[in-house]
């Protein structure tokens, strides 16, 4: 079974600062992809940045990268040169390669992001 | 990535009705597709797996016959909810395998049983 866990029920960030959000993981799977996705309050949820178990670097979509640590099963997003736009909740989740898991998501409880100007 | 789209955005319905949510594909042909179920400011439970041709897929726990799943066609897949009760009050939200196994996701539906 694959788990993903978001420390941070919430964060604040000041306008134009950076900031890391949490995301530890667990899974059998030797292959997995791990997702951050973005809902802002209409609901929607937006797709930010991949990564896959077997990437050799970080990956960084524009002001997105995520700090793979794949020893620590650590996924964390950073955001850098916080926009007021980017207030909302943030998701972390992973998808396995094989057995029951292929193709599923597993979400984390997500993280309430603020930023203040 | 995949565009998709929900329709309706919102629906209020009595108990006892079926309400019927669509998921469209409108540039991507979905093989699968999948149903989520979010509460207020929880996270997103995978309801069912949505195969094109097939039957859908259900997670342990979800009743087939409550909600019940239609992949048609490559472009779209429809959830019905039969005879809701207050407790289906929820926001779903479909989304769509793309490429490299990432899944785009539509606006959603909020749904509000009386």
């Known amino acids: 079974a694959q788990k993903i866990t978001q420390t941070q029920p919430g964060m604040f960030v000041q306008e134009k600062e950076a900031v890391t959000l949490d995301c530890t993981y667990d899974?059998?799977?030797?292959?997995?992809?791990l997702f951050w996705y973005k809902q802002p309050s209409s609901g929607e949820m937006i797709f930010l940045i991949y990564?896959?178990?077997?990437?050799?670097q970080n990956a960084t979509e524009g002001r997105y990268s995520l700090n793979f640590q794949k020893a620590r099963k650590s996924a964390n997003l950073v955001i850098s040169a916080s926009q007021l736009g980017d207030s909302a909740m943030y998701f972390c989740?992973?998808?396995?390669?094989?057995?029951?898991?292929?193709?599923?998501?597993?979400f984390g409880q997500g993280t309430i992001l603020t930023v203040h100007p | 990535g995949a565009v998709v789209s929900q329709h309706p955005s919102r629906v209020i319905c009595k108990s006892g009705t079926s309400v019927k949510i669509e998921c469209r594909s409108l540039?991507?042909?979905?093989?699968?597709m999948f149903w989520y179920r979010q509460f207020p400011k929880k996270s997103l439970m995978l309801m069912a797996t949505?195969?094109?041709?097939?039957?859908?897929?259900?997670e342990q726990g979800v009743e087939k016959d409550k909600f019940l799943i239609n992949h048609a066609s490559l472009t779209l897949s429809t959830l019905t909810v039969t005879s809701a009760h207050p407790e289906d009050s929820s926001f779903y939200i479909c989304?769509?395998?793309?490429?490299?196994?990432?899944?785009?996701f539509g606006p959603g539906t909020r749904l509000l049983v009386l």
């Open positions: 899974t059998s799977d030797p292959s997995y992809g």
């Open positions: 949505s195969n094109e041709g097939s039957k859908a897929t259900y």
């Open positions: 989740a992973m998808t396995g390669a094989g057995g029951t898991s292929y193709g599923k998501l597993t």
């Open positions: 540039d991507f042909q979905a093989t699968t």
């Open positions: 989304s769509v395998e793309g490429i490299g196994s990432t899944q785009y």
């Open positions: 990564q896959g178990s077997y990437d050799q």
